[in-house]
Each structure stands twice: as C-alpha cells, then as structure tokens.
C-alpha cells in the first residue's frame, strides 16, 4: 500500500497569533514552525496502517523554506520520503489554490490513500481535504475516529454532530483524522538519524504543470478588508473560597441577572 | 432581489436552530431559500423555515443523497448555484457544512469564508465578520471571486423571525459518480439527553480533569439543570470515559458561544480555549490559582469545586424557589 500523508507546518500552538499590517497575512515569521498538531495523527495512523500491511508513506507539504523542518519530523516518526512544495509564488495562497497543488502533487503517482488532519490550527478552515477529494474525484471518507483497510477498501468511522457514521470506500481515498484516532509517537533518536539519509523531492509550482499566477495571495479568491484587535476584555474579578465561594458566584450570576 | 441559499441543517427531519440563524443573517443579503437535502422533509420543517423568512424551500429529497457523505449537497447546491446565480450560500460551519462548502466553492470557481460570526451587504459585496486566534481578533473579509460561499458559526447571529409563506420547488439531482465513491453504512446516534443542545444553550457548565471521575460529573450536571444549561467537558475528561466524546468543548471538540459558560477544573489549555473564548461571560472554578483559565473569567473562585459547585447549585435552587 502507498500512503501520502499531507501536514503543514503551523506556528506554535502556545504563540500569540498576529495579522501583519500591509498583506494582512499571517506574521509566521516570529513564532516557531511547528507540524500541525492534528497532522501527527495523520503520520501516526499512515505508520500504523503501514506497519500493519506493509507499503510505503510519502509525507508532502507545501510551505517556505523552512516547513522542510516539519517533512524531517514526519521523516523521523517513520515515514519513507517527502515531497516539498516550495515556491515564492506560494505566500499567501488561499485553500483553494493549496488544494489545486496538493492534488497536483498527488496525481498519477499511483497512492491509495491520503491522510489529512482534520484541521490546521492556523487557518481552522476544514477544507483542504474535501477540497483536495473533490479535485481528485476520489472518495472522501473524513473526520475518521477509526480507519479500517481491507483488500481494496478503506472504512471509517466518521465523527459528526449527531454521533458517528460508518463510511465505506474503495481506494484512492482521501481520509482526514481527528484527535481521538490514536496517540501520535515522538522521533526516537535512531529515527531523527535515519530521516536525515531519507529522500526528500523539492518541487516547484511549474514541475506540477500549473501557473505560478494562479497561486499565492494574488490568485486568492477571498480577501481581508481590514482587522483590528478586540478591545481586551477587563480583568475578571478572581476570590479564594472560604466556605462562601459557591454563594458568592450566586451573588454574581444575580448581579448580571443570570438568575 | 437576488436569491441567498441557506443549506438546512436537520436531525431526523427537525429543523435546527442554526439554520433559523442563516435565515435571518440571509435576510439581509436578499431573498432566503432554504436548501433540503436528503429524504424526510414535513410541513413543520416547511413552515418552520418560513417563519424565518424562507421564501422558497428547494427540496431534493431523493433517498440516494443521504446514503453518501457531503459531495450530495455540494452537488444539489452547485446545480442551484448555476440555475439562480444566487447572492450567496450560507452553510453551518459543522464538519459536513464546511466540508459541503469546501467541495462546492471548487465546482463553481468560488471563494469561499469558514465561521463567519455575522454577514452583511455592503453596497453588492458581502462582508463576513470573523473572530479568530481564540477571538483575540476581529476580521473582516469578502469573496473577491464567483458567488460568496460562507459557513456560519452557530450561536452567532440572533434568530429573529419574519414570516413567508414559502414555496416549495422540489429539484432533481443527478449525482456525479464520484459523489458516490464513499457511501454511509451504518449510524450511531449519540445518546441523546433532555438538556439543551450544546452549541446553540444559552449556558454551558463544564468540568474537567478536576471533577475525578464519571460519578463526579453529578455535580457538574446538577448545577447545569438548576440553570437550564448544557453540559460540557475538556478532553481530559471525555478521554478519561468520564462524560461522552460529543459533549467536548474546544479545538477538536465544539465551538461554543453562549451567554455563560462556567469552567469547573479545567486549567485552560489553549485547545479547549479554542473552543469557548468567545463566551460572553466567564465564570472559573479552580483550586490552582495559577491556572491559566483565570485569564479568561469574568469570575473567579479559587477553590474546592466539590464544595463551591454544589453551594452554588443550592443558592441557585433557593432563588428561584
Ligand atoms: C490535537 C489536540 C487537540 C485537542 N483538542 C482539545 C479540545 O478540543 N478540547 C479540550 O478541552 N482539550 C483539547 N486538547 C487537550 C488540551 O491540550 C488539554 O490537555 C486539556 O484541555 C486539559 O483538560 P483539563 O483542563 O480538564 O485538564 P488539566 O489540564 O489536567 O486541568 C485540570 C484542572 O483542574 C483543577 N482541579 C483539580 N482538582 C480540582 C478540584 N477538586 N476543584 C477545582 N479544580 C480542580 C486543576 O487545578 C487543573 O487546573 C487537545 C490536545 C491536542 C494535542
Ligand atoms: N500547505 C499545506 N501543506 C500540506 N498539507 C496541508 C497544507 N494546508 C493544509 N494541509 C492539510 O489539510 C488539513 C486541513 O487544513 P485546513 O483546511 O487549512 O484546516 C491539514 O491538517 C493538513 O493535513
């Protein structure tokens, strides 16, 4: 089985996030790069799968210079090769066009799955997948709590508002994961060694065949008019329980005509 | 006036709350027609959606559309999307609404805005208002690009109603074979309890790592009744078995934004956060006066939450006796 597992590098989770004035992009620049927490999910469940039936795992992100950080990271939890998109066309793409060149990246090279995170912690759209699903007319089986593979099919429990529902495909698929579909492991140290002799492509938007115009912050078919921080909120009022804590919130809740 | 499309949102055939919100945020932008996708719509849910303002009810009710995962109802609206080439489309910003929107804005060449907090017309542009980095920031953003697809968060926009007698136009959708690659075999229901829906109750109480066990969560569900709340809980707690997966509250869990929300032993990690920082008010119950959740309350006390919950449900009890 070929597996492809797409993860983008995010800032830190625990960094102030900022919109820089002028290009109204994300300022991704001064906080550390990270892989997308729920990307690790996708890397462990590929791993998994793999370790189970054997095949092969290609990590793929499309990011600057620096998210080659985060396909060495994928590199040293296991996977076998990456492919980094990269190109200074890229800022500023929206999941439109990111999903044009991942499914490009994708293309004829013959995956039976892909895995996705459910969500980027810096965008939290939730769209690249079903994005990436519809490009590719393969099915979509995303949302997985539970991955299944069986012969020619993949079967997933899919997380939804209401419960969960069973979903059947035959491969290629594309699958996205939430957080509750296993515990993603760390690098040990013989894999960090090992990622460093793995083979990683470098791709630029032209060797996938599309237009270096269609992409990046011009190309982008959404825009932001303006931003302004919301006024921070005043400092709450914090007691110490003595015996009273629960009659004082009381006291509270009726102020403010909760009660 | 140029069409909005409101994709509805119903469990077993009930019309949700979220959708009522999408008609009135439509209202403003042009005429609501609401978007039935999937077999088991009634003359409640019609009139439902027209006490809000729906105009026009497009049913695709053919039995193959729920048998597969969202290409169905990206497909029912891209056909609409091309036959009115409506103002907007409106989506609930649940996993299957987002998803439906994603497939959607690549058919029709759009762009598209996921939770959007409110939309307005501004001249014929449509700006969607959006709280982002944990509601730290406001954003205003418009799609520059083929029809304004936007998923709206629940609990955002105050449903208001203005009754239409809507006209239900019944549609047929071929779908495309890809649409059918993966198909739905088998549903678990959440079970389902008599307080109100998470995401769109007015108050949320919620427990965390702090409340211990399953039996601990009594407290936290006694407080919630005396305020006719929602129960919620950090994935400590749900991947602790203590209370069901579907009441967790944050990044990976539901977004929520009620009137109160009232955090008892949850330190604050910014994943759960994430999910409820745009509470109006916020009231922490912790024992470690150092938990960083204290930066987000209204009110606090640092204290026992097996001694200050329980008084506080007492208190709440006497006043409304
Ligand atoms: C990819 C990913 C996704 C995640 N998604 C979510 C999500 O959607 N939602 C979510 O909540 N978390 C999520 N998390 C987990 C998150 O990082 C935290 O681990 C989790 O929120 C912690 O839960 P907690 O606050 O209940 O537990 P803890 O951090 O352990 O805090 C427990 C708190 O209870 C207090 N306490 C203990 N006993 C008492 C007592 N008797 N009375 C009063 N206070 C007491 C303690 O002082 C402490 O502050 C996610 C993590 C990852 C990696
Ligand atoms: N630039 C990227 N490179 C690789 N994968 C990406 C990229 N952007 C998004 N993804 C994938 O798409 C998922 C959902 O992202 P989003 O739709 O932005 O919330 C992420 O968890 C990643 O798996």
């Not at chain 1, 990011?63 to 296991?78: D, H, I, Q, W, Y």
């Not at chain 2, 709350?17 to 005429?31: M, P």
């Not at chain 2, 208002?129 to 083929?146: C, M």
Request: with cysteine; net charge negative; aromatic share 4%.
């Amino acid at each position: 089985m070929k597996i492809a597992v797409c993860v983008k590098q995010v800032p830190d989770t625990w960094a102030e996030k900022k919109l820089r004035e002028g290009d109204s992009l994300l300022d991704r620049e001064s906080a550390d790069g990270v892989m997308n927490e729920l990307d690790e999910y996708a890397v462990e469940e590929a791993l998994q799968l793999i370790e189970a039936q054997g095949g092969e795992v290609v990590v793929l992100s499309m990011g600057p210079e620096r998210a080659a950080e985060t396909v060495r990271k994928a590199l040293s939890m296991g996977a076998d090769a990456g492919i980094h998109v990269v190109d200074d066309s890229l800022a500023g793409s929206d999941a439109i066009a990111t999903s044009a060149v991942i499914a490009k990246a994708l293309e004829g090279k013959d995956f039976d799955l892909v895995i996705f995170g459910s969500e980027s912690t810096d965008a939290r759209m939730s769209v690249v997948p079903a994005m990436v699903a519809e490009r590719l007319g393969w099915a979509q089986v995303t949302f997985a709590q539970k991955v299944e593979v069986s012969g020619s099919d993949v079967t997933i429990e899919r997380a939804t508002e209401n419960g969960s529902d069973t979903v059947t495909a035959s491969m290629p698929a594309v699958v996205s994961v939430v957080e509750k579909i296993n515990e993603p492991r760390y690098p040990s140290f013989k894999g960090i060694m090992a990622a460093k002799k793995k083979p990683v492509e470098t791709v630029a938007v032209a060797d996938l065949g599309l237009d270096t115009a269609a992409v990046g912050t011009a190309a982008a078919w959404s825009a932001v008019n303006d931003f302004a921080a919301r006024p921070p909120k005043a400092a709450g009022t914090i007691v110490t329980d003595e015996g009273d804590g629960g009659t004082k919130v009381a006291t509270y809740l009726v102020d403010q005509k909760f009660i | 006036m140029a069409e909005v499309l409101v994709l509805v949102d119903q469990v077993d055939g009930a019309v949700k709350k979220s959708t009522t919100e999408l008609l009135t945020a439509a209202r403003g932008l042009g005429e609501p027609a609401a978007v039935w996708v999937g077999p088991g719509i009634d003359d409640a849910a019609i009139a439902t959606l027209g006490e809000y303002g729906a105009t026009k009810v497009y049913v695709a009710g053919d039995d193959e559309l729920a048998k597969h995962p969202v290409a169905p109802a990206a497909e029912v609206l891209a056909q609409l999307v091309g036959e009115v080439s409506p103002a907007a489309v409106l989506v609930p910003s649940t996993a299957d609404g987002k998803e439906t929107a994603a497939r959607l804005a690549v058919k029709v060449g759009s762009g598209i805005i996921t939770d959007a907090v409110e939309v307005a017309a501004d001249g014929d542009r449509v700006v969607a208002t959006q709280s982002v980095f944990g509601g730290s920031t406001i954003v205003h953003s418009t799609v520059t690009h083929g029809v304004p697809i936007i998923t709206v968060r629940g609990n955002a926009i105050a449903p208001e109603a203005a009754a239409a007698t809507p006209a239900r136009v019944d549609v047929t959708v071929e779908l495309s074979d890809a649409a059918k690659k993966a198909t739905i075999t088998g549903h678990t229901a959440a079970v389902k309890g008599g307080r109100p829906e998470l995401t769109e109750a007015q108050v949320v109480v919620s427990g965390g790592r702090g409340v211990g066990s399953a039996d601990g969560f009594g407290v936290i569900e006694a407080l919630a009744d005396s305020l006719g709340a929602a129960v919620g809980a950090s994935r400590a707690a749900t991947d602790a078995g203590w209370y069901p997966h579907q009441y967790q509250v944050g990044q990976t869990g539901k977004t929520v934004s009620p009137q109160l929300y009232i955090a008892n032993g949850i330190s604050g990690a910014i994943q759960h956060r994430a999910g409820m920082q745009t509470s109006k008010t916020i009231v922490v119950v912790n024992k470690d006066p150092e938990a960083p959740i204290f930066e987000l309350a209204d009110y606090g006390v640092v204290g026992d939450l097996f001694s200050v919950v329980p008084q506080l449900t007492e208190e709440i009890g006497k006043r409304s006796n």
